[in-house]
């Protein structure tokens, strides 16, 4: 009997070796499970913040430190090189989903070659609306603006090297302008003026536009032709093919995602900047091409800014004074149709060009009926 107790409990000691083996199993998988849902917390956490602790709660003095690190520099100058510039620029984060309470804000970026001779009418248009806009300027590198410290353009005028119409460093300056409103986490979209242009609408008007659209605006379309695959070079080759050229205009909005890919390039720059100079202006084409290669499904292709080729020539036409009229402005907002939302709508576009500073007494009698503001 002796011996058939010691049998029993050899066997359920067996027993206990087999079943031993599948709770580990068990412990493992939960142990991999919580490791996984750590590692990518911490992944989202450090995308959004940088390298912060998220076994603590946030006192006083880290929400003081957060708050620092959100709120942009007031003045913008700074001593950093092109490649520095955009290498800080291109690790900012995307912030599709904002972890912390902050405003939407929409840059206005100035491409000028000095003055902004209609600042007046613009100083009007942002009135009232502080926290939901931010101003950067590129001029002439010795040009020294002047501008009253209680207005919206008092320094923000950004580090300027010299950019000429239709060569990449026209290309360049675009990008030194979106690196450096990239640097405020706050900016998701961002938009490219010229000294000429005007907004036609009042402030809240565009911005809701803007920030409620599920496409940017920037032109990207397929030109058959001489001006457009007419100037693509087969050096592009294997980066971009024919099928995948386009051309748009300038002047553009774009939202974070895609400023971002813009200041991150490092594949399609040197193919533009090597093979598309006169009669293939850079300008018109390396966005246009290397956006909707990126990310075509973002576009609206088309812009949001008017302007009048009727006149024919290299340039739109200029419009002064004596152009600003009634009959003027319903030509200029009526007869639009275009897709808003992949719906039809009669408001295509929010900005103007080209007027010239002769343009600011009259547009400023006109803008209460006209512009809304």
Request: net charge positive; charged share 20%.
């Amino acid at each position: 009997m002796e011996d058939g107790r010691d049998f029993i409990l050899l066997n359920r000691g067996a027993s206990h070796t087999r079943v031993l083996p599948r709770s580990l199993l068990r412990l493992l998988v939960l142990f991999l499970v919580l490791c996984c849902t750590f590692c990518v917390g911490s992944i989202r956490i450090i995308r959004y913040f940088g390298v912060y602790s998220a076994l603590r709660p946030c006192n006083g003095e880290e929400i003081r430190n957060l708050e620092k690190w959100i709120k942009p520099p007031f003045n913008l100058m700074h001593n950093m090189s092109d490649n520095e510039l955009l290498l800080k620029a291109s690790s900012m984060p995307r912030l599709d989903r904002s972890p912390f309470k902050r405003n939407s804000k929409i840059a206005f970026m100035f491409l000028t070659k000095g003055d902004l001779p209609l600042s007046p009418l613009w100083e009007r248009f942002f009135k009232g609306h502080e926290g939901r806009y931010s101003i950067y300027i590129h001029s002439l590198p010795s040009f020294q603006a002047d501008f009253p410290s209680t207005s919206v353009f008092y320094k923000r005028q950004i580090p300027s090297q010299i950019s000429e119409w239709g060569k990449m460093s026209i290309c360049d300056a675009e990008r030194r302008l979106l690196a450096n409103a990239l640097l405020d986490i706050s900016n998701e979209h961002f938009i490219l003026l010229s000294e000429s242009c005007i907004p036609l609408y009042n402030f809240t008007t565009i911005y809701n536009y803007i920030t409620r659209s599920k496409y940017s605006f920037i032109g990207a379309f397929d030109d058959p032709g001489p001006h457009g695959r007419g100037r693509y070079n087969d050096s592009m080759l294997p980066e971009i093919n024919v099928t995948q050229w386009r051309k748009g205009s300038q002047w553009f909005e774009i939202n974070r995602h895609l400023a971002l890919y813009i200041v991150q390039d490092t594949k399609f720059y040197p193919k533009f900047s090597e093979f598309c100079k006169p009669p293939c202006y850079v300008d018109e084409h390396y966005f246009p091409t290397m956006l909707t290669i990126e990310a075509g499904d973002l576009l609206a292709n088309r812009s949001i800014t008017w302007v009048d080729w009727s006149r024919g020539g290299p340039h739109p036409a200029t419009f002064g004074g004596a152009d600003i009229t009634e009959e003027f402005l319903k030509r200029v907002y009526e007869g639009q149709r275009c897709l808003y939302n992949d719906q039809v709508s009669s408001v295509c576009h929010l900005f103007g060009r080209k007027f010239s500073p002769s343009a600011l007494e009259a547009l400023f009698l006109v803008a209460p009926m006209f512009l809304g503001f």
